[in-house]
């Protein structure tokens, strides 16, 4: 298989100006699991397509995913990311929108590369992704203004938001190297419940994980009152005390950080969220494996 890290630290921008790609680089630079344009070149081939076809896919989705980071983090006003400073901690927030955009573009001069008569669907289903993805990103913005905020909508929210891009970067993978339209949407159907199942144990890593492999803050989503199914499930478990107990908990301007995250964490130990999201996972992954069956 192609090395991904090895590709990706090929990819060069111009040096000035340095305030514009630096951050480019830097992002890059940070590793991560590189999971889109593997799925991209696996989707590839099971169907015997050439990963030299595809590679262009699978770049553009790294790019593109990482751009959606940089701005994610200011939104969020993550500190860390990867183990290091986020750009608009290292440089600021104008620094990490502008370079953000700009890596969006870099996404598509890198998806351009692919065989023409393959872009124009290729297109269609990026742009598909990505709008999707920026939908996802405003329900859940939205979502931290809400009171109410139910299981099926998150559920439907991190669909938009994280289990699309796996899901069009099999089946643009599956695409390009010739796969049918059924075995295309089996594709798809995989990435979208692999994406469910790998989004709610990002939720639950960021109440239970190791801060050093996580690779960012334990307790983040708690202390921003994010929206997550742990919180969700949380709430719809709770009895009333305890449902109140944990709202008090969320909005108090008395408890420092590590309280709010402690208290928090009680509550979900009490509550057993964390086995709640544990089989939910496993209920996801199962139907992922389901529907990779149906492909092979």
């Known amino acids: 298989m192609i090395d991904l890290n090895k590709q990706i630290a090929a990819l060069s921008f111009p040096a000035e100006p340095a305030g514009l790609y630096e951050p480019i680089s830097y992002t890059l630079a940070s590793g991560g699991k590189r999971l889109r344009p593997q799925l991209a070149l696996l989707g590839a081939q099971l169907f015997g397509g050439n990963e030299d076809e595809v590679l262009p896919v699978a770049l553009a989705l790294e790019v593109f995913h990482n751009f959606t980071l940089l701005h994610d983090d200011v939104m969020d006003k993550a500190a860390v990311r990867r183990g290091r400073p986020t750009v608009h901690v290292r440089w600021n927030e104008n620094t990490a929108i502008?370079?953000?955009?700009?890596?969006?573009?870099?996404?598509?001069?890198?998806?351009?590369?692919?065989?023409?008569?393959?872009?124009?669907?290729?297109?269609?289903?990026?742009?598909?992704?990505?709008?999707?993805?920026?939908?996802?990103?405003?329900?859940?913005?939205?979502?931290?203004?809400?009171?109410?905020?139910?299981?099926?909508?998150?559920?439907?929210?991190?669909?938009?938001?994280?289990a699309l891009l796996l899901a069009y970067a099999l089946r643009m993978g599956a695409y390009v190297a010739g796969a049918d339209i059924d075995a295309q949407q089996h594709l798809f159907d995989y990435g979208i419940y692999l994406g469910l199942a790998f989004q709610i144990q990002d939720d639950l890593l960021d109440v239970y994980g190791d801060e050093k492999t996580f690779g960012k803050a334990?307790?983040?989503?708690?202390?921003?009152?994010?929206?997550?199914?742990?919180?969700?499930?949380?709430?719809?478990?709770?009895?009333?005390?305890?449902?109140?107990?944990?709202?008090?908990?969320?909005?108090?301007?008395?408890?420092?950080?590590?309280?709010?995250?402690?208290?928090?964490?009680?509550?979900?130990?009490?509550?057993?969220?964390r086995q709640a999201a544990e089989q939910t996972i496993a209920d996801y992954t199962n139907q992922a494996l389901l529907d990779r069956k149906s492909v092979v």
Do not use: P, W
């Open 98 to 162: 502008l370079s953000g955009d700009q890596m969006m573009i870099e996404a598509y001069r890198l998806l351009s590369r692919i065989r023409e008569d393959k872009l124009s669907e290729v297109l269609r289903m990026f742009n598909d992704m990505a709008t999707g993805i920026c939908e996802g990103q405003q329900f859940d913005m939205d979502f931290e203004q809400r009171e109410l905020v139910t299981l099926d909508e998150y559920l439907h929210m991190i669909r938009l938001k994280t």
């Open 218 to 273: 334990i307790g983040g989503d708690i202390l921003c009152g994010k929206k997550t199914y742990m919180l969700l499930t949380a709430l719809q478990k709770a009895d009333n005390i305890t449902r109140n107990q944990l709202i008090d908990t969320l909005t108090s301007s008395s408890l420092s950080d590590s309280e709010k995250i402690t208290c928090v964490t009680a509550i979900y130990n009490k509550l057993c969220v």
